[in-house]
C-alpha cells in the first residue's frame, strides 16, 4: 500500500463493480465518503452513518455490509458491488425490473441499500417466503414508509429468481 506522508492519505485499491479502481484515504474516511468522493460512485447513499437506517449497504466480496460502518483502508484488494452495478449495461436485473413495476421507491433514498441487501438475500434465498423476506428488510428503514411496494417487488423478483434458476437447471 502506498502512502502519501503529506497528505496522510493512503491508496486504496478495490475492485468496484468489475472494474479496477484506485484512490487515495486518510485512515478516518468512511467507505461511504471514499466512494462516494473519491471514486464518484454516488448511487451508495448516506443517511444516518450510525449503522442503523441500511441506506449506504454495499456488498463486500458478496456480503452486504453498512458502508458507513467500514473504514475506506480496510477494504484494500477487495471486492466491491454497489447499486451501479446491479444492471447488465442497459439491462436492469429482475430485482430492479419488479421495484420499477411495483412502484417500490418514492423519494428513493433507501433504494440502493435495499436493492444491495436484497441482491444478495435472494441470491442464497431464492425459495424465501415473504414473511422471510419482511424479516431481511427490518434492517432497513425507508423514510417514505413505502415498505408495501417493497415487499411486493421482493417477492416478485424471489419468483422470477426461482424460475430462471429452474430454467438454468433443465438446461
Ligand atoms: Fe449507513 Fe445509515 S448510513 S446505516
Ligand atoms: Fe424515500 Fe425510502 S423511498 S426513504
Not at 56 to 80: E, F, N
Not at 83 to 112: D, I, N, P, Y
Not at 150 to 163: F, Y
Amino acid at each position: 500500500m502506498q502512502v502519501l506522508k503529506s497528505a496522510a492519505k493512503h491508496q486504496v485499491s478495490i475492485t468496484l463493480n468489475g472494474v479496477r479502481r484506485s484512490g487515495f484515504a486518510e485512515p478516518r474516511t468512511l467507505l461511504t465518503d471514499f466512494l462516494r468522493h473519491e471514486l464518484g460512485a454516488t448511487g451508495t447513499h448516506v443517511g444516518c452513518e450510525h449503522g442503523v437506517c441500511g441506506a449506504c449497504t454495499i456488498q463486500l466480496d458478496g456480503v452486504p455490509v453498512r458502508a458507513c460502518l467500514k473504514l475506506a483502508v480496510q477494504v484494500d484488494g477487495r471486492d466491491i458491488k454497489t447499486v451501479e452495478g446491479l444492471a447488465s449495461g442497459s439491462q436492469m436485473s429482475a430485482l430492479q425490473l419488479a421495484f420499477r413495476k411495483h412502484h417500490a421507491l418514492q423519494c428513493g433514498f433507501c433504494t440502493a441499500g435495499i436493492l444491495m441487501s436484497l441482491d444478495a438475500f435472494l441470491a442464497a434465498t431464492p425459495g424465501a417466503s415473504e414473511q422471510q423476506i419482511r424479516e431481511m428488510l427490518s434492517g432497513h428503514l425507508c423514510r417514505c414508509t413505502g415498505y408495501t411496494g417493497i415487499v411486493d417487488a421482493a417477492v416478485e423478483a424471489a419468483a422470477a429468481i426461482r424460475s430462471t434458476s429452474s430454467q438454468a437447471v433443465k438446461v
